[in-house]
């Protein structure tokens, strides 16, 4: 490393996918001799904003933040600046007319192209934009500069072939492409191989995967298979649809020891006309139905979900059916949304929008009695013995108080007291004391403290100068 290589910092906005394509981002850029700034720096070289568009202020975020920009680029003529994502699919040419002084544009399916698409505009001196149509190559195939070193994701598919009227998602990230299995389960390994103990399945809708292979079964067969990776403490996935949720991923989520007894699958309406208006084939009976099955399979199970409020033609009755729906799920957690008109979508044309003022009253009566839910859910684990995978990031007050943090395997967030400081990726037992909405709380000292073979890459790791940038290359196929 010379002094003089170029810095990057990429900001990601959005879902896991975009933070899981921001690794491939960074991974590429090391690769291409770039170093990451320094800690807490907002400047780079090269700026890179991974964006999103699901949802309406991401746009402003992003044309507000890149008008900062402009002034820091006059300063500082050599620093590039690109635009990748969802919204950078979505606008386009839109981002160069209101931005022109950003230098790269490219979309979600060709994330390789950056490092070439600088160069190309360095040296021509002329701002870039290359959106392709349909993915060029999978994602996973690219180098990676992962977050952390015991846990990661692995995309299992990209695309969704579903048409949820409210959403820009399949517009921008096209049909719903799956990926080898073969090639999943080598990267699993390789993972584990350089120390990950907890793997993340993601995918627009992962219990679709196998439909383009035509193989029914193929995702539970999938979670089975992860079973077998020997040293894979534990498998999370995400997300998946009730509709194409089938009986044999409960039972594989059951029966197979390092799959974490958690589902968070987004709900969106307790209503039946509104599902149906949202082009969701499922009704309320239906994704109870699952539920209820997780928890007769799994009785400490947790589940979480997404919900939007005030989508168009939404009555006070549609609405109490969401809060019904609340109530007989109890959800661990649910991730609240007032709906946001996406142009291009057919929910953005249809009539009877809900007015503002209600969807914002709606969604306040939401949130209140998701959080009670939640915390009434947390309650009951009081006194529970619960095995806390540690995390890298501290929790906000951890240092202050000497308590550290993870994630339980139902993904519940535990903060617990420990004298001795574990590594991140090693595993406490804990008994939990306290309950918040968001968190749990362990008092006194954990029951068992397990150090894994990713808490040993971690130690070693901090204490090599050349490891500490977290550098992972996986195998190209
Ligand atoms: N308005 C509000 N929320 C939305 N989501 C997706 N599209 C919209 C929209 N137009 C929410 C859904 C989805 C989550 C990722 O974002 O709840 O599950
Ligand atoms: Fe993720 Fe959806 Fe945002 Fe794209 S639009 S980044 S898929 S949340």
């Not at 907890?198 to 679709?208: F, I, R």
């Not at 095995?387 to 617990?416: C, I, M, W, Y």
Request: aromatic share 6%.
């Amino acid at each position: 490393m010379t002094t003089s290589a170029r810095t990057y910092l990429v900001r990601t906005f959005g879902c896991q996918m975009n933070a899981h394509d921001s690794e491939r981002l960074a991974g590429l850029l090391e690769e291409g001799g770039y170093v990451a700034v320094a800690d807490e720096s907002p400047l780079a070289d090269v700026m890179v904003f991974n964006t999103c568009a699901v949802r309406e202020n991401a746009d402003q975020k992003l044309y507000g933040t890149l008008g900062m920009l402009a002034a820091e680029k006059e300063k500082h003529p050599q620093m590039q600046i690109a635009v990748g994502g969802c919204l950078a699919q979505k606008d386009r040419g839109e981002i160069l007319r209101r931005a022109p002084w950003v230098d790269v544009v490219f979309g979600t399916h060709n994330v390789g192209a950056l490092p070439v698409l600088l160069e190309r505009a360095r040296s021509q001196r002329e701002s870039q934009i290359e959106i392709v149509e349909s993915l060029e190559i999978f994602p996973s195939t690219l180098p990676a500069k992962r977050d952390s070193l015991h846990s990661a994701w692995v995309s299992i598919s990209v695309g969704c072939n579903n048409t949820c009227t409210f959403c820009i998602v399949p517009a921008l990230r096209g049909v719903e492409k799956d990926r080898n299995r073969d090639e999943i389960l080598n990267e699993v390994r390789a993972l584990v191989a350089d120390g990950v103990n907890e793997v993340t399945l993601l995918g627009q809708n992962v219990n679709a995967y196998g439909v383009e292979l035509g193989e029914q079964g193929a995702f539970a067969r999938l979670l089975r298979d992860c079973g077998e990776v020997d040293g894979l403490e534990r498998v999370r996935f995400t997300s998946p649809h009730p509709r194409d949720f089938t009986d044999d991923v409960i039972e594989a989520m059951a029966q197979t020891h390092n799959v974490m007894p958690h589902l968070h699958m987004p709900l969106q309406s307790g209503s039946d006309p509104i599902l149906k208006a949202m082009r969701r084939s499922y009704r309320a009976e239906r994704y109870l139905g699952i539920v209820e099955r997780v928890r007769r399979a799994m009785p400490h199970a947790s589940i979480t979900t997404d919900i939007i409020v005030g989508f168009p033609g939404e009555s006070e009755e549609d609405f109490q059916r969401t809060l019904d729906v609340v109530a007989a799920a109890k959800f661990d957690m649910a991730f609240t949304f007032k709906y946001s008109k996406r142009p291009g979508t057919p929910a953005a044309e249809m009539e009877h929008q809900v007015p503002e003022e209600v969807v914002a009253e709606r969604y306040v009566r939401l949130h209140a009695f998701t959080q009670e839910i939640a915390w009434q859910q947390k309650k009951a684990q009081i006194g529970r013995e619960v095995e806390v995978l540690v995390s890298a990031a501290p929790g906000r007050k951890d240092e202050a108080t000497l308590r550290q943090s993870g994630r339980a395997r139902d993904f519940n967030l535990v903060h617990f007291e420990c004298e001795e400081r574990l590594r991140p990726g090693d595993i406490a037992t804990v008994k939990v004391t306290q309950a918040a909405p968001y968190h749990l709380v362990a008092e006194g000292a954990p029951l068992v403290i397990r150090r894994t073979r990713s808490g040993d890459i971690w130690e070693s790791a901090q204490s090599s100068p050349d490891t500490r940038t977290f550098l992972s290359l996986t195998p190209r196929p």
